[in-house]
């Protein structure tokens, strides 16, 4: 049976995942209760959320620097909408996803009409989307909303009083679509194509334009619904929420089997990136003696890992291709 | 000389409407007294606070011009600012203490430079690495806590005055103007360039880019630590978690509002100092004005745009194709007068 090369660094991600897992398992076996797979899902979801928008946009070799801003700027707005206004729950979240993607679109758009990279683009919507916080207020507002309320308690009961909650089965749902919209639609291929190199994918009749400005909305869609998760799971607004929270979706991408360049990679591996980096820190709690600056030189070191690892393949493909 | 001045005139000119504009909310911002020991006034504490991202953005300038970007200059502030702490407390003299710190730099540099240059690693990702597991390392070195210590020596570096200039000011001026007269008074300034347009081109025309690329980055850990120094100095203590926390953002900042292009080839150390003096005019101007801080960003980020604009490769043959249509009419019109 072969394999098709592409497959490596995902299986790897998948495998690092498994026996991590396992290892962890050894230690702890409490670490294999349903409690804590329920957490997992449940702590994680707004980084796997918004690690899909990301995951698209380097796939078609861009960077989307502001999603950590547009994350603090959504639990703002609806805590702030929330409180100043009488609009219903529901049509906020809507007006606020409305927002997101049209910021994302905009940006988008910059991107393509002044040919300008795509970090110090997303760099400025960084700080605008952080600013547009700061400027609807500098507390944090505590959400009191019922339909909140009700979202952040709805759960169903696993075998083992897990809790599997509404906002980590949204995650494995967004996962699932943003899985399907990569791989098998017509804007997923232009993606692809678009990774691979941009003069090609114009001779390919790939429209560059519209495709960038629908990748980066579609990353500030992901973000305006992160920051919805977020403000569940917080309660609450802060507009110094997930500061850096950009980095670490990238890093999960990377650890995902991503290659940065774009061109190739899978929506999958980034839950797996994710949830890696969510076990690493899980393993951090039990352990309890340990500081939690091992994450960092941790997950600092699984990204050099898996860039290598990356590397040494695209060089053996090459030379596979080269002799073929 | 003159060339080089017409180039950093956009730059110039925003910072005399900055200052223009802070001055007229609040119009004390250009008075600058001597109280006997030292020079205060607005003016003078500008130069002294962006004394950390102007030191990155000269180290920052270098690497950009190569086409990279360096992401760990924040997280390597904060390891040579715990490995000063560090030595400054276990008893070590204050020379060994910097050059501690500024050896923690440079390896810093090395290790981003070797993934860059050799392993071939993007840019962006190779210093990402260092970025997220450097304040693990400067946790590491600190144990957690905020190492405090009280050696009047080494918080000169960050408080004290030379004939009443703050220190910080000296130490960025200083470095900015031997790093600017090192690269444009031998070749190292154009092979940089050189590598940074072109890297396949210019190894093949005898540049040795793989060590150019790893100088480089060694060039901006070593700025990093110097900012790192500072700040340490400056607050009497290492803080792993907060020291340079996002300063790199704001030196690329500094260095794209002073013109360097992120695309690689030509750059300009003076005009990435003048952008590491706006943004610190915007962040002191901001508070004194009395407008909230929470303006901050937003101001931030219109002026990015407006730059982004202006810098823009598909819009700058728009201006060109302006210019040479004036300057055609002009030269019509001249014509049909000199005829008539």
């Known amino acids: ?324 | 000389m003159r060339r080089s001045l017409q180039r950093i005139t956009p730059q110039l000119l925003t910072l005399a409407a900055l200052v223009a504009l802070v001055t007229l909310f609040f119009p004390n911002f250009i008075s600058i007294s001597y109280d006997g020991t030292r020079f205060v006034g607005p003016i003078v504490d500008v130069l002294k606070r962006s004394a950390p991202v102007a030191l990155l953005a000269v180290g920052m300038t270098l690497v950009i011009a190569t086409r990279g970007i360096d992401l760990s200059v924040g997280t390597v502030m904060a390891i040579a600012g715990a490995v000063a702490a560090y030595a400054i407390t276990s008893g070590f003299g204050l020379p060994a203490t910097l050059a501690l710190a500024l050896l923690a730099g440079l390896a810093a540099g090395l290790w981003n430079g070797c993934l860059v240059a050799l392993i071939g690693i993007q840019p962006i990702v190779a210093t990402l690495i260092l970025m997220t597991a450097g304040r693990g390392i400067a946790q590491l070195i600190t144990e957690g806590r905020i190492l405090t210590f009280s050696n009047n020596d080494f918080a000169f570096i960050g408080s004290g005055t030379v004939y009443g200039i703050p220190f910080p000011t000296i130490l960025w001026l200083a470095t900015a103007i031997l790093v600017a007269a090192l690269m444009r008074r031998t070749a190292l300034g154009l092979l940089i360039e050189a590598t940074g347009i072109n890297r396949a081109a210019s190894a093949l025309a005898g540049v040795n880019a793989t060590v150019i690329l790893i100088a480089v980055y060694m060039a901006s850990g070593f700025c990093a630590a110097l900012a790192g120094i500072v700040a340490t100095a400056d607050i009497r203590g290492a803080d792993a978690n907060n020291a340079g926390l996002w300063l790199e953002l704001d030196a690329i900042l500094a260095v794209v509002i002073g013109g360097n292009s992120l695309l690689g080839g030509r750059f300009s150390i003076a005009g990435a100092m003048i952008g590491a003096l706006i943004i610190q005019t915007i962040n002191t101007g901001i508070v004194l004005a009395g407008f909230p801080s929470e303006y901050n960003l937003v101001i931030k980020a219109g002026l990015v745009l407006v730059i982004l604009v202006m810098q823009s490769p598909n819009l700058s043959a728009d201006w060109f194709y302006l210019k040479t249509l004036i300057s055609e009419q002009r030269t019509a019109r001249a014509e049909r007068k000199e005829a008539s």
């Open chain 1, 1 to 324: 049976m072969t394999i098709n090369p592409r497959l490596y660094p995902l299986l790897t991600t998948i495998g690092i995942f498994i026996v991590g897992y396992f290892l962890c398992y050894l230690q702890f076996p409490n670490i294999l209760s349903t409690r804590v797979v329920g957490n997992l899902l449940t702590d994680n979801a707004y980084l796997g959320i918004v690690a899909v928008g990301m995951t698209i946009v380097i796939l078609s070799g861009g960077i989307d620097l502001s999603v950590g801003s547009v994350i603090a700027f959504s639990g703002v707005f609806i805590a702030v909408m929330l409180r100043d206004t009488d609009l219903p729950a529901p049509l906020i979240i809507v007006m606020l996803l409305v927002i997101t993607s049209a910021f994302g679109a905009a940006m988008g758009w910059l991107i393509h009409a002044l040919a300008m990279p795509a970090f110090i683009v997303t760099l400025a919507g960084m700080f605008l989307a952080r600013g547009a916080a700061y400027m609807l207020t500098i507390d944090s507002i505590a959400i009191t909303d019922p339909f909140f309320a009700a979202i952040q308690n709805a759960y169903w009961l696993m075998p083992g009083r897990g809790r599997l909650t509404l906002i980590g089965v949204l995650m494995v749902v967004v996962v699932l679509a943003g899985a399907l919209l990569a791989h098998r639609t017509r804007f997923g291929a232009s993606v692809f194509a678009l990774g691979g190199g941009e003069q090609t994918a114009r001779l390919m009749g790939v429209n560059v334009g519209r495709t960038t400005v629908l990748i980066y909305a579609f990353s500030g869609l992901m973000a305006g619904l992160s920051g919805v998760v977020f403000s569940v799971y917080t309660g609450s607004g802060y507009p110094l929420a997930t500061v850096g929270t950009e980095l670490t979706a990238i890093a999960a991408v990377v650890i995902g089997g991503t290659i940065l360049t774009g061109g190739a990679g899978y929506v999958i591996g980034t839950l797996f990136g994710v949830l890696t980096m969510g076990l690493i820190q899980t393993y951090l709690v039990f352990d309890g003696s340990l500081s939690s600056w091992w994450t960092k030189i941790v997950i600092g070191m699984l990204l050099l890992l898996f860039i290598l690892l990356q590397k040494g393949l695209l060089r053996l493909t090459a030379f596979g291709a080269a002799r073929a």
